[in-house]
């Protein structure tokens, strides 16, 4: 049976990214245009959600109208506007939302509402060709998650965020630390400077389960840091900005802790469902190297494969937002102008 013909548009504007592509049936991915606020946050060591939504605006024309040029595609070719409307920050997803229902509706093109975490369950699916089912290990700033994928749009969620997600605990333990905004690729670099080895052996939590929770991981990083002399609670200050050694210490046993904690669920995982051959590493965090490797050791011990995006489809984009859009029209999946953003 012929696929029907689509020219889809992504539009993704959740958080700190202001991104639109362009994806089509018979091509694949032709663009992926993303303009970031990380420079624009990185004094504060996270997002200001207001700041997040003026930038949104200022540059959401300019992002969508460089993905048509990078396309060699017209607004005219364009059939269908895909758009993330969940989850993220309110004001951040009514601009990209907004937007696109303007061009939508202006166009006479059809609109589809995207869940941004569906977005990354599939995103290895663009460059790889990933058998059914498998298993999606999302982790990202804002979202640690397992899902079991049977189709495109037929999965489930086997665990979550319980709390602080991975890449919110190294954000949050950099910023303790006083290291740059993300905290997530200067932790790696500070760890492989002493090999990955773990020092102070902080909690890897309840690995009996599929949930995902860091907010106590964290805390004891903290505690450590107080005890440790190395912070002062009081005036939130770092005292070791000098011992790089220390930093190092910290940065790798909190590394392999959370490497630890995702080893120890796929294990489980690969042995509740023997019949799952993948698995997707996906979301800001699979940009990881480290993880990324430990990960790979575990599918060779069980004979099971390891796909993740490249790192420009790991972080968020509008080249998965897109190409989610595209089997959604292919089903009819189609939104109404009054969607609603959550």
Same mark, same amino acid.
């Given at each position: 049976?012929?696929?029907?013909?689509?020219?889809?548009?992504?539009?993704?504007?959740?958080?700190? +990214?202001?991104?639109?592509?362009?994806?089509?049936?018979?091509?694949?991915?032709? !663009?992926?245009?993303?303009?970031?606020?990380?420079?624009?946050?990185?004094?504060?060591?996270?997002?200001?959600?207001?700041?997040?939504?003026?930038?949104?605006?200022?540059?959401?024309?300019?992002?969508?109208?460089?993905?048509?040029?990078?396309?060699?595609?017209?607004?005219?070719?364009?059939?269908?506007?895909? $758009?993330?409307?969940?989850?993220?920050?309110?004001?951040?997803?009514?601009?990209?939302?907004?937007?696109?229902?303007?061009?939508?509706?202006?166009?006479?093109?059809?609109?589809?509402?995207?869940?941004?975490?569906?977005?990354? $369950?599939?995103?290895?699916?663009? +460059?790889?060709?990933?058998?059914?089912?498998?298993?999606? #290990?999302?982790?990202?700033?804002?979202?640690?998650?397992?899902?079991?994928?049977?189709?495109?749009?037929?999965? +489930?969620?086997?665990?979550?965020?319980?709390?602080?997600?991975?890449?919110?605990?190294?954000?949050?333990?950099?910023? #303790?630390? =006083?290291?740059?905004?993300?905290?997530? @690729?200067?932790?790696? %670099?500070?760890?492989?400077? $002493?090999?990955?080895?773990?020092?102070? !052996?902080?909690?890897?939590?309840? #690995?009996?389960?599929?949930?995902?929770?860091?907010?106590?991981?964290?805390?004891?990083?903290?505690?450590?840091?107080?005890?440790?002399?190395?912070?002062?609670?009081?005036? %939130?200050?770092?005292?070791?900005?000098?011992?790089?050694?220390?930093?190092?210490?910290?940065?790798?046993?909190?590394? $392999?802790?959370?490497?630890?904690?995702?080893?120890?669920?796929?294990?489980?995982?690969?042995?509740?469902?023997?019949?799952?051959?993948?698995?997707?590493?996906?979301?800001?965090?699979?940009?990881?190297?480290? #993880?990324?490797?430990?990960?790979?050791?575990?599918?060779? /011990?069980? =004979?099971?494969?390891?796909?993740? @995006?490249? /790192?420009?489809?790991?972080?968020?984009?509008?080249?998965?937002?897109?190409?989610?859009?595209?089997? %959604?029209?292919? /089903?009819?999946?189609?939104? %109404?102008?009054?969607? @609603?953003?959550?």
């Amino acid at each position: 049976m012929n696929k029907k013909q689509f020219t889809i548009l992504g539009i993704e504007s959740s958080c700190d +990214e202001t991104a639109a592509a362009v994806f089509t049936t018979n091509d694949g991915l032709l !663009s992926n245009e993303l303009f970031s606020q990380i420079q624009s946050h990185a004094h504060t060591g996270g997002v200001i959600p207001e700041q997040a939504s003026r930038e949104h605006m200022e540059k959401i024309i300019t992002i969508v109208h460089d993905a048509l040029i990078k396309a060699n595609k017209t607004f005219d070719d364009i059939d269908t506007i895909a $758009v993330t409307h969940k989850p993220g920050l309110p004001g951040a997803l009514m601009v990209g939302v907004a937007f696109a229902k303007g061009l939508a509706f202006a166009g006479n093109k059809k609109l589809i509402g995207i869940d941004h975490l569906e977005g990354h $369950v599939f995103s290895a699916c663009i +460059e790889n060709n990933v058998s059914f089912p498998f298993v999606s #290990l999302t982790v990202s700033g804002g979202h640690s998650a397992l899902y079991l994928v049977h189709d495109f749009g037929n999965y +489930e969620i086997l665990g979550s965020t319980l709390d602080d997600a991975a890449g919110e605990a190294f954000d949050k333990i950099a910023k #303790l630390m =006083n290291l740059p905004y993300p905290g997530g @690729p200067v932790i790696e %670099k500070l760890a492989a400077q $002493v090999q990955f080895q773990d020092f102070f !052996s902080y909690p890897r939590g309840n #690995l009996k389960d599929f949930n995902f929770s860091f907010s106590g991981l964290k805390t004891a990083v903290l505690y450590h840091l107080i005890k440790a002399q190395a912070y002062n609670p009081e005036t %939130k200050t770092f005292l070791k900005n000098d011992d790089i050694t220390f930093q190092q210490q910290v940065a790798s046993s909190l590394l $392999v802790c959370i490497g630890d904690i995702f080893e120890g669920k796929v294990i489980r995982l690969f042995k509740k469902y023997p019949e799952i051959q993948s698995l997707c590493f996906v979301g800001g965090v699979a940009c990881n190297k480290y #993880l990324r490797q430990r990960l790979q050791t575990v599918c060779n /011990n069980h =004979n099971k494969n390891l796909f993740y @995006p490249s /790192n420009k489809l790991c972080t968020d984009n509008a080249g998965m937002i897109a190409f989610v859009g595209h089997f %959604k029209a292919q /089903n009819n999946e189609f939104s %109404k102008l009054d969607l @609603p953003v959550f």
